[in-house]
């Protein structure tokens, strides 16, 4: 599945299997492996891990 977060086309293959958030970056692995996205504020950050969660 692509996620388009912010104009930015972020490719998720489920399942997640995690997801850790430090400062600004989202990592998270999918059955692809590791994958790290850039996001400028906290609501940027909740909304892309909503989208994760629930997709």
Do not use: C, W, Y
């Not at 930015?8 to 994958?35: C, L, W, Y």
Request: avoid cysteine; charge should be positive; aromatic fraction near 6%.
């Amino acid at each position: 599945m692509t996620i388009i977060f912010n104009g930015t086309q972020i490719q998720v293959k489920q399942p997640v299997h995690s997801i850790s958030v430090h400062k600004n970056r989202v990592a998270f692995t999918d059955s692809q492996g590791e994958k790290i996205a850039q996001l400028s504020t906290v609501t940027e950050r909740r909304n892309f891990i909503d989208m994760l969660v629930n997709s």
